[in-house]
Structures are given as structure tokens and as C-alpha cells.
């Protein structure tokens, strides 16, 4: 079993920033691909970026490229995303998962996911 505990979301305007904490614990050496997913009102549930514990292979989708960055602070273990000129169409439900498998950011590939924190952009 894997826990994960997201916070740091909130309100903000348009071209603010953010940062985002996933606090995982339990058995996280079995599920090291821990992956943010954001989820809008009426919208399927899509991948941001993702990380490999221990490692610096990352992987971002083309929406946030050069405005999100994710980190990771390897010791606690706690994953990082920092979101920077965010845009109206960036409010969501974000949420992070862990999977056995690197890296792409299918929700089928990640067995546990946190209970979320919300992202609310307004212009």
C-alpha cells in the first residue's frame, strides 16, 4: 500500500503560481513513478508530468511544457509541482498517483492516487 497526501492548491489569478506537495509513504519503493493528473468539471482525468523517484527522468504534457516543473525531495519522499503563469484553463482537481511502471501518464498504469487539491485560475 501507498499513501498520498496532496496540498499547496488554492486560488489565484491569471499568470500567478503555485506549488503543489504530494507526501507519499507506506511502500513507495514498489510504486517509485509518481505522476500529477488534473481533472476539470465535465472533463476526463488527464497527466500533467511525472517523476521517477530517485532519478531525473521526467515527463511533462505539451499544455504545461515550460510552465510546470516537477521535483522531488527523494528523503521524505515528497514530489513537487511547481505551476508558473497559469492560465484560466489550468483549474482543476489535481492529483497525484503512483505506478510501478515509467513513464508515460496513463491512469490505468497507477494503482493508488491521493484525495486531491483544487486549482482555481481566474483572470
Known amino acids: 500500500q501507498v499513501q498520498l497526501v496532496e496540498s499547496g492548491g488554492g486560488s489565484v489569478q491569471t499568470g500567478g503560481s503555485l506549488r503543489l506537495s504530494c507526501a507519499a509513504s507506506?511502500?513507495?519503493?514498489?510504486?517509485?513513478?509518481i505522476g500529477w493528473f488534473r481533472q476539470a468539471p465535465g472533463k476526463e482525468r488527464e497527466g500533467v508530468a511525472g517523476?521517477?523517484?530517485?532519478?531525473?527522468?521526467?515527463y511533462y504534457d505539451n499544455s504545461v511544457k515550460g510552465r510546470f516543473t516537477i521535483s522531488q525531495d527523494e528523503a521524505k519522499p515528497t514530489v513537487y509541482l511547481e505551476m508558473t503563469s497559469l492560465k484560466v484553463e489550468d483549474t482543476a482537481m489535481y492529483y497525484c498517483a503512483a505506478s510501478r511502471w515509467c513513464c508515460a501518464l496513463r491512469t490505468t498504469d497507477f494503482d493508488y492516487w491521493g484525495q486531491g487539491t483544487q486549482v482555481t485560475v481566474s483572470s
Open positions: 517523476i521517477y523517484i530517485g532519478s531525473e527522468t521526467t
Open positions: 507506506g511502500r513507495t519503493d514498489s510504486h517509485k513513478y
